[in-house]
């Protein structure tokens, strides 16, 4: 088997797509040398998409021009999976125009390549680069970049590891964008932290995203000061306090339930 892989690769192919062979597939797609496995799966029909994926990330590695070996691959799944491929090793390599250029031109593998784009900016770009970056994203894949991005918030915010009002910048130039920003209401906090984010919450521009935004805040600090509700309560008149009375009422609903499974 081993020899036939090294001499004929293309009959090894043809037998494990034949005989269902998706492992033998893939060791061929991750071992094979990228350049030989791509002229012998781009050449047999019916091969599974994702392995292509492989093939693309590795070739790249070496060989930046390998992605132009994209145009001898009809369009369809296996293209979009190469270039899904190509945009892994950019990521790794913190090419972030061109995984965006590439994002552009993807299709099903788009929305889970844009949370992977997030993620990868989580761990290496600073939340003002962030939010610029995002907003470079294709629009109909902008929330999941958007979540990708948000991957870390919980544990910067918790440790204290990054200043409050770089989130906030970032948030603030999610929602100005039109995009449904929020931050998660389950991280811990200490009061006076939680009020921070409530007190900026309440500062918020009225209208659109912002109260979705407005929303996730005030339940952030509602779930981390016992005294936020009387200072919600005590609010004029207006969409500010109309989405305030809704999120506390959702979550007094929420310590009802869980008071009666208690």
Known sequence: MSEIGTERPELLARF??????MGLMGEMA??????????????EPGIPPAHFISIAARGAAVDPEFIGRLEELPDGPAKDAFRAGVMETQLEAGRWTEAVENLKSLEALGPPMAKEFGEALSAEVAWIER???????????????????????DEEMEAGSTDASQIQGFLE?????????????????SPADASAWGTWALELPEGGEWEALRASSLALWLANDESAATTLR??????????????????LAKEGEDSSAE
């Open 16 to 21: 494990a797509k034949d005989h269902g062979g």
């Open 131 to 153: 939010g610029e970056l995002i907003l470079a994203v294709p629009e109909p894949f902008r929330d999941e970049a958007f979540e990708g991005a948000m991957s870390a918030s």
């Open 173 to 189: 130039s999610m929602a100005a964008a039109g995009l449904r920003a929020w931050v998660s209401e389950s991280i811990e906090l």
């Open 234 to 251: 005590d609010l004029p008149p207006g969409a500010v306090r109309e989405t305030a009375m809704r999120v506390l009422e959702r979550e």
């Open 30 to 43: 991750g071992h094979l040398d990228p350049r030989r496995a791509f002229e012998v799966f781009g050449s």
